[in-house]
């Protein structure tokens, strides 16, 4: 089945302790992309790569990391996670470089930072 | 000002009535617009796509496009309990990875 993972979904910590979410797609996407979501924001785009070692920042990028050394996997890592940063995270990812292409998201990692 | 403006609802309809959802964008250089739905606790799912001016209809669903005023809509038709659910309008601009959000209209069909 074609589709994108994400691990934790739900993941509960303390200021200032690392972490790691991870996110996977079996589709053979070259783009994937990290968004966050909160009440009344919609979703912003963290961070977004266009293929293997490529990666680029988007609208909220400060307090966050992410790599892209496989084309299945981009993970994203918060170094010293804070309270702001407590949100909904959403993995995303599709083809190619085509303006119609169409993002397909995963399941969405709830963080919750203490 | 947000650079993708929607009404946040909730926006109420009387089931087999027409949802009319509008989102305004502001950046000129916008090539594609998407609609996704996200029902609460779910991810967004795509339910259309337009890039050209005019309308483009797909099922109940049908997308407006005005480039020159910089709007975009989205017509639900024969409204069903099952379409209740948050609609995001995300306009694709010449920074093509970049993908900006609304912030989502939430629907409410009323049986």
């Known amino acids: 089945e074609a589709q994108v993972t994400q691990n934790p979904r739900y993941l509960i910590t303390v200021t200032g302790k690392k972490l790691t979410v991870t996110c996977s797609q079996n589709?053979?996407?070259?783009?994937m992309s990290w968004y966050r979501q909160d009440p009344g924001l919609g979703l912003r785009q963290i961070y977004y790569s266009m293929n293997v070692e490529v990666t680029d920042k988007g609208d909220v990028p400060e307090g966050y990391k992410v790599s892209r050394k496989e084309k299945r996997n981009f993970p994203l890592i918060l170094e010293s996670p804070s309270p702001n940063q407590t949100s909904l995270y959403f993995c995303?990812?599709?083809?190619?470089?085509?303006?119609?292409?169409?993002?397909?998201f995963g399941p969405g990692t709830r963080l919750t930072v203490l | 000002q947000k650079e993708v403006e929607q009404n946040s609802g909730p926006l109420s309809v009387p089931e087999g009535a027409i949802a009319s959802l509008n989102c305004t964008y502001s950046?000129?250089?916008?090539?594609?617009f998407f609609w996704y739905r996200q029902y609460s606790g779910k991810s967004p799912e795509l339910i259309m796509f337009?890039?050209?001016?005019g309308d483009k209809e797909d099922g109940r669903f049908t997308a407006q496009l005005n480039k020159a005023s910089q709007y975009v809509s989205l017509l639900i038709r024969d409204s069903q309990p099952s379409d209740s659910a948050t609609y995001l309008c995300?306009?694709?601009?010449?920074?093509?990875?970049?993908?900006?959000f609304g912030a989502g209209t939430q629907v409410v069909v009323t049986p």
């Open positions: 337009i890039y050209s001016n």
């Open positions: 995300a306009p694709r601009g010449n920074s093509w990875g970049k993908l900006q």
């Open positions: 589709m053979n996407h070259e783009y």
């Open positions: 995303a990812s599709s083809l190619g470089k085509s303006s119609y292409n169409e993002q397909f």
């Open positions: 950046d000129r250089g916008s090539q594609s």
